[in-house]
């Protein structure tokens, strides 16, 4: 029986900003050119999460305002059927908007934005401008050194707990903080970042990589020569 990728895409018409739906647009041609099935299924406020129905569940980045309801709604009927995810090993790719929420908390002014506590990881509003522009980080994810390349935007510094660790090293840019060197947080299958423009688009391999830990196969390689050019033009936008 042919595999079929099942994604669930997390508030769609809220964490889109970016060109995030880029991001599953990537899915969906990475597995048709292959030969490979391709469900996807919106999941939205006041939806439950059956954390069986997927293999691969995805969040954008959103507004603030939107980020205030995305967050209250995923912490009260999410945030169990995430965590039984994680604990399945599907795959979970957080953007953003996303990535903060998957952490316990986000501060934003006065009022503390609740988490779903999937990963150690807090971010905070601290004096300074946005860390905006181009980045470039060196990953380990694939089993080898490779360059994930993306433009980030956010106000916020996400700091991680001693026990995890990021998705990669800063090459180019400010990753989490703009302190600590680190961009983004990988354990197992949940992967977070702050990289949009959009991310899958200009790191095919990345995307392959997600099918592949979701359906648990080994893709053959495709002709991707105009997405290696899109990937080396990420890099030089970044300086790597």
Known sequence: ????????????????????????????????????????????????????????????????????????????????????????????????????????????????????????????????????????IESEIAGGSRVIAGFENHGGRTYLDSGERPLGRVLSGHGNNGRDGGEGVRRGNVVGTYLHGPLLPKNVWLADRLVEAALGVELQPLDDGLEEAAHRSARRAAGV
């Open 1 to 136: 029986m042919t595999p079929t990728l099942r994604v669930c895409a997390l508030y769609p018409e809220l964490m889109n900003i970016y060109a995030d739906r880029g991001n599953l647009q990537v899915l969906r041609a990475r597995c048709a050119w292959r030969g490979l099935g391709f469900e996807l299924r919106g999941s939205t406020l006041g939806d439950d999460l059956d954390p069986h129905a997927h293999d691969l569940f995805y969040i954008g980045g959103g507004q603030d305002r939107d980020q205030i309801a995305v967050a209250e709604d995923m912490v009260g009927t999410k945030r169990d059927g995430l965590h039984a995810a994680a604990d399945r090993d599907a795959v979970i790719l957080a953007v953003c908007g996303g990535y903060q929420l998957l952490g316990r908390s986000y501060q934003l002014g006065e009022q503390t934005i609740p988490g779903i506590g999937l990963i150690g990881l807090t971010t905070v509003r601290e004096p300074g401008p946005r860390l905006i522009g181009n980045c470039a």
